[in-house]
Each structure stands twice: as structure tokens, then as C-alpha cells.
């Protein structure tokens, strides 16, 4: 089983960053996939954007030219770093990771929240 543990988040200014971190553990070598999701207050789970473990990403369009999602393999660490910050993008970020055979794990979710 893998855990997830996110952090980063926090309280910014329209126009602003936020890096967020999650760092993997337990069974990580059957990791094959690995995303950020977030929820805003009254929707839905979306997916923001993910990496594959030979680094393709992809992005929700709203994200795109703002956000970057990285991994550090070394340190079992994903990253999204968040720029040009918008109120519509406050939410709970949750880490995300897919294995091989399907596994599903998550993280606890880490609040982001921008103030216009």
C-alpha cells in the first residue's frame, strides 16, 4: 500500500505562488502514474494534473501556462508549483497515485486558498 502525505498549502494574494509537495511511501516501486486533484467548496473532485514515472504531464486547460507538476524520483517527492495564483483556484489539493495493477491511494488534502 502506498501513503501520501501533502503540504504547501496556505493563504496568498491573487498573483501570487504556492508550491505544493507530496511525498510518497510504502509500496512506491508499483507507482506508475501520479496527480494532483483538487475540490473547491460545493464541486467536484477534478483532476489538475498529472506525471508518468518517464515524466509526461498533462494539465486541465484553466492551469495550463500557470502550473507545473515535477517529481523528484530520489526523494519519492511530486510537485506542483502554482503560478499566477487565482480565487478560482482556491480548494483542497490532494495528491494522487495509480499503480500497475490499478491501486488507488490518496493523500489527506492540503487547503490552498487565494484572496482576490
Known amino acids: 500500500q502506498v501513503q501520501l502525505a501533502e503540504s504547501g498549502g496556505g493563504l496568498v494574494q491573487a498573483g501570487g505562488s504556492l508550491r505544493l509537495s507530496c511525498v510518497a511511501s510504502g509500496f512506491i516501486s508499483g507507482i506508475n502514474f501520479m496527480a494532483w486533484y483538487r475540490q473547491a467548496p460545493g464541486k467536484q473532485r477534478e483532476l489538475v494534473a498529472g506525471i508518468t514515472t518517464g515524466g509526461s504531464t498533462n494539465y486541465v486547460d484553466p492551469v495550463k501556462g500557470r502550473f507545473t507538476i515535477s517529481r523528484d524520483n530520489a526523494k519519492n517527492t511530486v510537485y506542483l508549483q502554482m503560478n499566477s495564483l487565482k480565487p478560482e483556484d482556491t480548494g483542497v489539493y490532494y495528491c494522487?497515485?495509480?499503480?500497475?495493477?490499478?491501486?488507488?491511494?490518496w493523500g489527506q488534502g492540503t487547503q490552498v486558498t487565494v484572496s482576490s
Open positions: 494522487n497515485s495509480r499503480t500497475s495493477r490499478g491501486g488507488l491511494s
